[in-house]
């Protein structure tokens, strides 16, 4: 499944490994140094034209996102959701006269 962030950017799932707040990253000298070392290394994707709100990091790259990581986290998490659920299969019978 895929998780949209923001513009004409969408993630796997999978790939995903945290949904970090642009808030608490600029708050956190050990979480900065690491954006600031993404940005540095040509790993940091900044598409948008919008403010960054938060990042998300996979294990290529790390994306700036427009839309809170709060909303972020509830799409990551109905998506998992989904994945619980049975695909259910149904039988079409043709109909004869």
Excluded: W
């Amino acid at each position: 499944m895929f998780i949209h962030i923001g513009g004409d950017t969408v993630v796997s799932t999978k790939e995903v490994i945290s949904i970090l707040d642009h808030q608490a990253v600029n708050t956190s000298k050990i979480t900065k140094k690491f954006i600031d070392q993404a940005r540095k290394s040509n790993r940091l994707i900044d598409e948008h034209v919008e403010e960054t709100k938060s990042y998300v990091v996979t294990k290529d790259a790390i994306y700036c996102s427009p839309i809170s990581s709060l909303t972020l986290k509830r799409r990551a998490h109905f998506v998992n959701s989904l994945d619980q659920f049975p695909s259910v299969q149904t039988e079409i019978e043709e109909l004869t006269e």
